[in-house]
C-alpha cells in the first residue's frame, strides 16, 4: 500500500492528525453495514449474535495489541471520549480518597482540558514540568505525589514532537505511592510496542484513526486486577460494555479497529524501520548547517515524527508557499487556535520559535523515492521566506 511520489498529486504529511484506512480495514468493515447489520446488544436472534462476535473478535484484536485481557477493553467514540471517561470515571470513583491529580504542562488538550473542567468542581491539578527534550524528570513526580492524589496522567508519545516518555519508570513512582497511573497512548500504539503489563500502566486510550482504521471509534484499557481499577460511567443507558459506557455498539468501526490494531501489529516492526529510514534522511537534510533544527529529544522520539524549526520564518506563510503538502503546525486538534503550541512552549521555545515550527508526520504510504523532492520544495519555500 505503497503511492508512489507523483508531482503532480499533493503529499501527504500529517499522519499523526489522521490515517487513511487500510483497504483491508475497509473490507473487513463493509459486510457489517449491509449484510451483517444486526446490533450486537440483541440476543435472541442470529443478526444480533453475528454482530456479538464480531465485537468479541475485535476486543480480542485491540487486547492483543497492547497485551491486555479481552474483558479489560472498553470500545468508545474515540480517544477523546476515552480520555474523559478514564480521568472523569476515576476522579469521581475516588475523590473519597483525594482529589489531587498530577499530569504534565505538554499533555494533548483532550487531558488538559478535562483536567480544567475537574479544577473547576474542586479537584486540585499539578502540571510537571519538561526539560527542553520534552521529558519529564522523574525526581519532580516524586516530589509532586501527596498522600490524597488518586492520579497521574501522563501520555506516552507526544502528538506534536513524538516524545516519548519514561513511562515505565513514572508509574512504577505512582504505584509505590499507591496511586493509579493513566496514560494517553493515542500515538503510540499501533507504531510502537505498547505492552501495558510491562509498562504498568493501568488505564490507557486508543483510536482507530491513528492507526489506519475508521474515524469515531476507540477504546479505554482499564486494569482488572493488580490493581484493579474502577471508574464511573459517563453515559448510562443500557448498560452496554458492563455498564461501563452505555450506547449502541459501531460494529463496522469496531470491526475497522479491531483489523487495524492485527495489522498494525503484524507489521511494527517493518513499518517502524522503513518509515525509520525515511524520516531520519529528511531531517538529516533539513537540517544540515543549522538550516532548521530538531524540537524535542532525538533519542527518545516516535520513528515517524518531525517537529523542526525553521528560524526566521513564520510557519503559517510556509503553508501558503508550498500549498501541495499537508502538514501540521500543531496539533490537528487545536489548529484553528491561531496561537503558539503549547507543547513547545512547554518545552522552553520562546512564542517565535514556535511559530516558526512545523510538524511532519510519516505513515505506511510512504517510499524513500519521496525524500528528494520533500527535502528541495522545502528548503526552497523556507529559503524565500528568510529572503536569502
Not at 289 to 296: A, K, M, T, V
Not at 337 to 346: A, D, K, R
Not at 350 to 375: P, T, Y
Request: include cysteine.
Amino acid at each position: 500500500m505503497f503511492y508512489l511520489c507523483d508531482v503532480n498529486q499533493p503529499v501527504y504529511l500529517d499522519f499523526n492528525a489522521t490515517t487513511p484506512v487500510h483497504e483491508t480495514v475497509l473490507e473487513q468493515m463493509l459486510p457489517y453495514y449491509r449484510e451483517h447489520f444486526g446490533n450486537a446488544s440483541s440476543h435472541t436472534h442470529a443478526y444480533g449474535w453475528t454482530a456479538a462476535a464480531a465485537v468479541d473478535r475485535a476486543r480480542e484484536q485491540v487486547a492483543g495489541l497492547i497485551n491486555c485481557e479481552p474483558s479489560e477493553i472498553i470500545f468508545t467514540s474515540g480517544a477523546t471520549e476515552a480520555v474523559n471517561l478514564a480521568i472523569k470515571g476515576i476522579a469521581a470513583m475516588y475523590q473519597n480518597k483525594g482529589r489531587h491529580i498530577i499530569s504534565c504542562v505538554t499533555e494533548h488538550k483532550a487531558v488538559l482540558d478535562t483536567l480544567t473542567a475537574l479544577e473547576d468542581v474542586g479537584f486540585e491539578i499539578t502540571l510537571l514540568p519538561v526539560n527542553r527534550e520534552g521529558l519529564i524528570d522523574p525526581e519532580d513526580l516524586s516530589k509532586a505525589l501527596r498522600p490524597e492524589t488518586i492520579l497521574v496522567a501522563v501520555m506516552m508519545a507526544n502528538n506534536e514532537t513524538g516524545v516519548i516518555q519514561p513511562i515505565e519508570t513514572l508509574a512504577r513512582i505512582t504505584h509505590d505511592h499507591g496511586s493509579i497511573f493513566f496514560s494517553d497512548t493515542t500515538q503510540a500504539v499501533g507504531k510502537i510496542r505498547v505492552d501495558v503489563r510491562e509498562l504498568g500502566i493501568d488505564v490507557c486510550t486508543l483510536s482507530a484513526h491513528k492507526m489506519y482504521g475508521p474515524k469515531g471509534v476507540g477504546a479505554l484499557f482499564v486494569r482488572r486486577k493488580k490493581p484493579r481499577v474502577s471508574l464511573l460511567p459517563l453515559m448510562h443507558g443500557g448498560g452496554h460494555e458492563n455498564g461501563r459506557r452505555s450506547g449502541t455498539l459501531n460494529v463496522p468501526g469496531i470491526v475497522g479497529l479491531g483489523t487495524a490494531a492485527q495489522l498494525c501489529e503484524s507489521q511494527l516492526w517493518e513499518m517502524g524501520s522503513r518509515i525509520s529510514r525515511i524520516r531520519t534522511r529528511i531531517e538529516q537534510l533539513l537540517t544540515e548547517d543549522h538550516f532548521g533544527i530538531i524540537n524535542g529529544s532525538t533519542r527518545s522520539r516516535l520513528y515517524n515524527t518531525s517537529n523542526i524549526c525553521f528560524p526566521g520564518i513564520q510557519a503559517q506563510h510556509l503553508v501558503k508557499q508550498i500549498p501541495r503538502y499537508a502538514f501540521s503546525l500543531g496539533s490537528a486538534c487545536t489548529s484553528a487556535i491561531p496561537e503558539p503550541s503549547h507543547v513547545l512552549t512547554g518545552m522552553g521555545l520562546s512564542d517565535q520559535e514556535a511559530a516558526a515550527s512545523i510538524r511532519l508526520s510519516f505513515g505506511m504510504q510512504h517510499g524513500e523515492d519521496i525524500i528528494d523532492r520533500v527535502v528541495l520544495d522545502f528548503k526552497q519555500a523556507v529559503t524565500k521566506l528568510r529572503g536569502v
